[in-house]
Nanobody, 123 residues
Framework: QVQLVETGGGLVQTGGSLRLSCAAS????????MAWFRQAPGKEREFVAA????????DYVDSVKGRFTISRDNAEKTLYLQMTRLKPEDTAVYYC????????????????WGRGTQVTVSS
């Protein structure tokens, strides 16, 4: 299995940028489909973006298209989420997740999860 640790969260003003990282260990990173999810207080955890093993395809929820970019560096075993033009609605705990299956927007498709990193966007 793979172990995941997210970093890069913080406090930023509306319109600002943050770059989240997810470092993997104890597994073969290049074998996994990777994804980002987020969860705001009182809300369900929701899909944000996913990327295939060799970064051949990506998927984004409509609310972040054009603003967020998911990428990966298989040599460094790290997943990234570059977030730009941030909005207060982006405030949430962001989690990275991994699966050996096909890309999915469903929580249940992912078997490995990080503990999350807080992103707060002030208005």
């Amino acid at each position: 299995q793979v172990q995941l640790v997210e970093t890069g969260g913080g406090l930023v003003q509306t319109g600002g940028s943050l770059r989240l990282s997810c470092a993997a260990s104890e597994g073969t990173f290049s074998d996994y489909v990777m994804a980002w999810f987020r969860q705001a207080p009182g809300k369900e955890r929701e899909f944000v973006a996913a990327i295939t093993q060799s970064a051949g395809s990506t998927d984004y929820v409509d609310s972040v298209k054009g603003r967020f970019t998911i990428s990966r560096d298989n040599a460094e075993k790290t997943l990234y989420l570059q977030m730009t033009r941030l909005k207060p609605e982006d405030t949430a705990v962001y989690y990275c997740a991994a699966t050996l299956s096909y890309p999915s927007r469903k929580l249940r498709a992912y078997y490995h999860w990080g503990r999350g990193t807080q992103v707060t966007v002030s208005s």
